[in-house]
T-cell receptor
Framework: QQQVKQSPQSLIVQKGGIPIINCAYENTAFDYFPWYQQFPGKGPALLIAIRPDVSEKKEGRFTISFNKSAKQFSLHIMDSQPGDSATYFCAASIGETSGSRLTFGEGTQLTVNP | DSGVTQTPKHLITATGQRVTLRCSPRSGDLSVYWYQQSLDQGLQFLIQYYNGEERAKGNILERFSAQQFPDLHSELNLSSLELGDSALYFC??????????FGNGTRLTVT
């Protein structure tokens, strides 16, 4: 019940395309859903996060869509660039305080071709 | 730069050995988390410390242990190492409602 399922495992798009990465969770107690971006040789870095009281959150070219009833959320990257090529992880936790811990999805390796 | 420092960056050791991984959290962060990243298991939560006390435990093996010192740095000790322990080990820190900030990891190779 603590799992977060992420798909696809890998994704290749052309520059300007809109890659979409999907995640699904089971634990209805989860109430904080961040996305992390990881470049080779680096640690994951927070990209954008959402709470379940909103259905969409947008920050720059990155948008999270959240469907509470379906227990699914997704990341959309508008006007994707080669520099967006990285591994993306969705995650979930109960609370976002320092008492919480993240359960990560399996990761999606995104390649944006020029 | 996340402000979280992990040393060493790379570690190569033999089966049966013991190693210590070190993490210095961001200034002011009281919580330290350890995660293991492997190809087949993804990012797995190992353990969390808050201001020197163990706060939560995840999928941490009994051969592994951690501690957080009064200056808030943390160490992850891995003993009786097996080939399957080869992975990237990440430390992250946070305080209050801040998101987790990850270090760049220690790549452990067990031969």
């Amino acid at each position: 019940q603590q799992q977060v399922k992420q798909s696809p495992q890998s994704l290749i798009v052309q520059k300007g395309g809109i890659p979409i990465i999907n995640c699904a969770y089971e634990n209805t107690a989860f109430d904080y859903f961040p996305w992390y971006q990881q470049f080779p040789g680096k640690g994951p870095a927070l990209l954008i996060a959402i709470r379940p009281d909103v259905s969409e959150k947008k920050e720059g070219r990155f948008t999270i869509s959240f469907n509470k009833s379906a227990k699914q959320f997704s990341l959309h990257i508008m006007d994707s660039q080669p520099g967006d090529s990285a591994t993306y992880f969705c995650a979930a936790s109960i609370g976002e305080t320092s008492g919480s811990r993240l359960t990560f999805g399996e990761g999606t390796q995104l390649t944006v071709n020029p | 730069d996340s402000g979280v420092t992990q040393t060493p960056k790379h570690l190569i050791t033999a089966t049966g050995q013991r190693v210590t991984l070190r993490c210095s959290p961001r200034s002011g962060d009281l919580s330290v988390y350890w995660y293991q990243q492997s190809l087949d298991q993804g990012l797995q939560f190992l353990i969390q410390y808050y201001n020197g006390e163990e706060r939560a435990k995840g999928n941490i093996l009994e051969r592994f242990s951690a501690q957080q010192f009064p200056d808030l740095h943390s160490e992850l000790n891995l003993s009786s190492l097996e080939l399957g322990d080869s992975a990237l080990y990440f430390c992250a820190s946070s305080v209050g409602v801040s998101p987790l900030h990850f270090g760049n990891g220690t790549r452990l190779t067990v031969t």
